[in-house]
């Protein structure tokens, strides 16, 4: 059976829940063969090997590691040249797009992003779905030339833990010089909130203008539910929450169990970002806020009566 | 300092966006259309650094050295306004490749093209792009082009400066912000954090109108019809449908109960 590249999203070696989700969608195509950059494969090893992969290759290499998306380019095209695999996933964050993008003229291959399923076709073709118009459409496509490349958005599949061999495999690489011309000289590591990751969560608590820059109700109320934080882009631009939370269409898409927007009025650049949630709540004084017009339920009220009251609630019904 | 700045006509993201039914392309020419509001944030970037190296040249600019900001597009006739609205906000010149042969390329061609403008306007110092189009969405034309051109990529922006010949950005990801430098020539995309795109003034919009622009063919640019365009993407979509309208749920008022109501409302949908 041919292989399937899966691309490693790892943060020094604790692996990325899109991963085990890659790792599964591999496994209707091929058979996984993780590529892992950087250092940490020995906390990884065990993650990856648990959903499947049946060969890890590894790389550690300053002059991968140092540069910016082209020199993991070059590691993938080589890969796709010596194992002719069946199919490349990445996941679907800006970084993994443009090692994809670069990939795809490297290999003279069809690209599909943020697909949100995909499945074998026949003759080795492989389907995706994708959401298109800010979640207005639902588009069906494939790749037609070389090798499908396809970045796959979060909570797209179920991880299935299926024990894969992980069998290593040190890649040799050669960097050209050209690949190395964009060099990261610092990186300031952002403080881990102790909360979900925003794409991957199961649900998501938004605030906006109308927190008024205080999102303490909101924190607590996402805290009750094990949920995420969000901010809306006006929150943002004001200073109030960092742009790595901002959900809209110049932030973060996510396709969340539950998304609560509070204080968010729900402009197209918002809804652009949570449209194809399965449940979405708000809670706005605003009763023509365009928000409501996508809510499953909708509270139209204060935002630090109505939050904290829920919050309460949430806490005495787990017990 | 030469800088080219890659701009897209987009369909309006407030109108009723569509696919053409004949070929599931997107629909261009049936909804209204404008500039791509991220690009406006790649032709501020532009305009301040030129401004910045003509300010600190001193009061008489040498015309040996003055800067150019060319803004360039791949788009039916109506993208023109793409490149007119970047002149009125202080762009000096447009390029405009337009040919029939082009509709329904997919990014992996539109990077073919922009690549070949970008070489017969006279491979600039440094390409400037938005961080992704509002259509598409995709974020990867920069890298494709970046390759195409064997330029280093410092991408996705948020802190943009140039000195001596090195272009530097401060690039926030999920989990860490870096800084990234570059050797000019190179290509930079830029997100909406970087700046405050300027209105056009009266003085910008009348200004504009006398600025040059050129249209390009495909035949202008050496490039075969045949490897652009619908049938030689890379990749096809078979069919696309609307989603559903969301069916308007249960919205109450707040009457000292609403919290627990919304609990309540959890509770039942066992999301809790």
Known sequence: MAEVLVLVDHIDGVVRKTTAELLTIARRLGEPSAVFIGAGLDAAKQTLAQYGAEKVYRVESADVMDYLVAPVAEVLAALVASAAPAAVLVSSSPGHKEIAARLAIKTGSGLITDAVDVQAGEGGTVRTTQSAFAGGFTVRATVTKGTPIVAVKPNSAAPEAVSGAAVEQVLEVSISETAKKARIIDSQPRAASGRPELTEAAIVVSGGRGTGGDFSVVEEFADSLGAAVGASRAAVDAGWYPHSNQVGQTGKQVSPQLYVAAGISGAIQHRAGMRTSKTIIAINKDEEAPIFELVDFGVVGDLFTVLPQATKAVNAAKG | ?272
């Not at chain 2, 009061?59 to 793409?82: F, R």
Request: proline residues 4%; aromatic residues 4%; contains cysteine.
């Open chain 2, 1 to 272: 300092m030469n800088i080219v700045v890659c701009v897209k006509y987009v369909p309006d993201a407030t109108s009723d966006r569509t696919f053409n039914e004949s070929d599931n392309t997107t629909d261009r020419l049936g909804v209204d259309g404008l500039l791509s509001e991220l690009d406006e944030y790649a032709i501020e970037a532009a305009l301040k650094l030129v401004e910045s190296a003509a300010g600190s040249e001193g009061a008489e600019a040498d015309p040996a050295h003055s800067s150019t900001v060319t803004v360039l597009t791949v788009g039916p006739d109506k993208a023109a306004d793409a490149i007119k609205k970047a002149l009125q906000m202080g762009a000096d010149a447009g390029v405009h490749v337009k040919d029939e042969a082009i509709h329904g390329s997919d990014a992996v061609a539109t990077s073919l093209i922009l690549a070949e403008a970008v070489k017969k306007i006279g491979n600039p110092d440094l390409i400037l792009t938005g961080m992704a189009s509002t259509d598409g969405t995709m974020g990867v034309v920069p890298a494709m082009l970046a390759e195409r051109l064997g330029l280093p990529q410092a991408t996705l922006a948020s802190e943009l400066t140039v000195e001596g010949g090195t272009a530097t950005i401060r690039r926030d990801g999920d989990v860490a912000s870096e800084t990234i430098t570059a050797s000019l020539p190179a290509l930079v995309s830029v997100t909406d954090q970087i700046n405050e795109p300027r209105y056009p003034s009266f003085k910008g919009i009348m200004a504009a109108k006398k600025k040059p622009v050129e249209t390009w063919s495909l035949a202008d640019l050496g490039i075969d019809v045949g490897s652009v365009g619908l049938a030689a993407a890379w990749t096809t979509v078979e069919s696309f449908a609307r989603r559903p309208p969301r069916v308007h749920g249960q919205v109450v008022t707040d009457e000292g109960d609403g919290g627990t109501k919304l609990a309540e409302f959890l509770s039942a949908q066992k999301l809790i």
